[in-house]
């Protein structure tokens, strides 16, 4: 039996219309990380994450 995570919603939306959003802007996210200036600014945020973490690691 698969468990499905709980959802955490403090807002005043229901959670239907968050969903329903989400469906939405879902192909449009999905399209611009599978073109090649989505995937070049994933890894830039990349970098710059790992470069965070390697600063907080030497502090």
Same mark, same amino acid.
């Given at each position: 039996?698969?468990?499905?995570?709980?959802? +955490?919603?403090?807002?005043?939306?229901?959670? /239907?219309?968050? *969903?329903?959003?989400? #469906?939405? +802007?879902?192909?449009?996210?999905?399209?611009? /990380?599978?073109? *090649?200036?989505?995937? #070049?600014?994933?890894?830039?945020?990349?970098?710059?994450?790992?470069?965070?973490?390697?600063?907080?690691?030497?502090?």
């Amino acid at each position: 039996m698969s468990r499905r995570k709980k959802l +955490i919603n403090r807002t005043d939306i229901p959670q /239907y219309q968050i *969903e329903a959003i989400a #469906r939405c +802007i879902m192909p449009d996210i999905l399209a611009f /990380y599978e073109s *090649e200036e989505g995937q #070049r600014e994933f890894a830039e945020w990349k970098e710059r994450r790992e470069a965070e973490k390697r600063e907080a690691k030497t502090k």
